[in-house]
């Protein structure tokens, strides 16, 4: 697993589940009042599970990020509405080129003000017309975090090629141009499978 330090003296945490973790750490790394972002595995059974137990499905883990923010520079909610512009919050099988349990949408709340607030704001989309199937991201008590292992942590900027080569194939930002219109926080993008780093 990944040897992390931060200085979190100040910080709050979101973790969210959005598919493929290494998009989802590049979305978030940008946003300001973001510190940092971690990438990892959450919501299963297994103690330090490794990338091959989970993306084989059989650990109940999720690819997660742990997004350490300054609160006050952003906001729990408006993390919440980047997050829903940044997958596919219908999708029950997976993330786009990404399918299984493994990388289902998750939205881990750390007490109850951030299960009420994550709740709000999913009710809020589901009422909001832009999608036409119910949303399906879930909304689970975080439990243990574990940090992926190294070469997963900042891999859009270890490895840019393979990393938009995967974007570009994945789908994910054809889907969100489609949906959003293209508003800020979208990147371009075009169909190939994820392999591993």
Known sequence: ???????????????????????????????????????GYTGGRKDNPTYEEVSSGITGHVEAVQIFYDPNQVTYEHLLDYFWRHIDPTDRGGQFVDRGGQYRSVIFYQ????????????????????????IATEIVKLTK?????????????????????????????????????????????????????
């Open 145 to 197: 975090f574990y940090p992926a292992e190294d070469y997963h942590q900042d891999y859009s900027k270890k490895n840019p090629l393979h990393y938009r080569s995967y974007r570009h194939g994945s789908g994910r930002d054809q889907f969100l141009v489609t949906v959003w219109g293209g508003e800020p926080g979208t990147e371009k993008g075009g169909g190939h499978r994820r392999g591993e780093g």
């Open 1 to 39: 697993m990944a040897e992390l330090s931060l200085d979190t003296e100040g910080l709050k945490v979101a973790t969210f589940a959005g598919g493929c973790f290494w998009c989802t750490e590049a979305d978030f790394v940008k946003h300001p009042g973001v510190a940092k972002v971690i990438s």
């Open 111 to 134: 007490d109850e003000e951030q299960r009420q607030i994550a709740e709000k704001s999913k009710e809020d989309l589901g009422k909001s017309g832009r999608f036409t199937q119910p």
